[in-house]
């Protein structure tokens, strides 16, 4: 009788334990979640957004598949930038007769660049800018190799400062294309009389540079309503 006693009353004191604790621990966690959910959702009718949760709630559970016709206005957004450099510098090396054509090509170059590594770098990768600085020399009959390397430097110090220069206006973005055009019209007039062997006049690069910088803001204007627009597969 004691031992049968004894085990009566441990397994019934086992089992009441358990049972307190786990129904304890089941209605401490109920209320906690329920006073969580109820203080966010009091949250968001203040003004602030709502939980995830509560917003995933309001979207179908099934999404509908991409067709092909909005897959490929995705991919042409995001070729955009590369596409559009690349044709206006085959416009610019057909005989139009405009004043300064052959230096226009390298400043669109750099202003197209410079501005799609700022405000879509996605959208133009280093391999796109070698493309495109290749293109460029073969277009303009230098020596082989040099627009790539300014292209690419200009392609990385955009990179570099695009957190500091996309938060700052449009006028101290122009301040610092005119110090990237310095730069590259310094470099590119030092390699070309590197590699010709001869000490060329600065007046063509001094133009070139003078070029670059008065055409960017014009530039600029046309490239932000393209990136907003034509450029932003967001928008597809």
Aim: charged content about 15%; glycine content about 8%.
């Amino acid at each position: 009788m004691s031992c049968e006693g004894t085990l009566g009353m441990s397994c019934e004191g086992t089992l009441r334990m358990s049972c307190e604790g786990t129904l304890r621990m089941t209605c401490e966690g109920t209320l906690r979640m329920n006073c969580e959910c109820t203080l966010r959702v009091a949250r968001g009718s203040r003004g602030q957004s709502p939980p995830p949760a509560f917003s995933m709630d309001k979207t179908p559970g099934i999404r509908p598949r991409l067709t092909f016709g909005h897959r490929l206005d995705v991919a042409a957004r995001y070729c955009f930038p590369v596409a559009c450099t690349v044709l206006v510098l085959l416009l610019l090396s057909m005989p139009l007769g405009l004043p300064g054509q052959a230096q226009m090509q390298p400043a669109w170059a750099l202003a197209a660049v410079f501005f799609w590594s700022l405000f879509r770098p996605a959208s133009l990768p280093a391999g796109a800018v070698f493309a495109i600085g290749l293109l460029l020399d073969l277009l303009a009959q230098g020596p082989i190799g040099v627009g790539v390397l300014i292209l690419l430097l200009a392609h990385g110090a955009a990179l570099r400062f695009r957190r500091f220069l996309t938060r700052k206006g449009f006028g101290f973005v122009w301040l610092a294309f005119m110090a990237f055009a310095a730069s590259a019209a310094a470099a590119e007039w030092a390699l070309v009389s590197l590699l010709t062997w001869r000490i060329l006049p600065l007046s063509p690069a001094l133009f070139e540079c003078g070029m670059s910088i008065g055409v960017y803001p014009v530039l600029a204007v046309l490239l932000i309503r393209a990136h907003r627009t034509l450029a932003a597969p967001e928008r597809a």
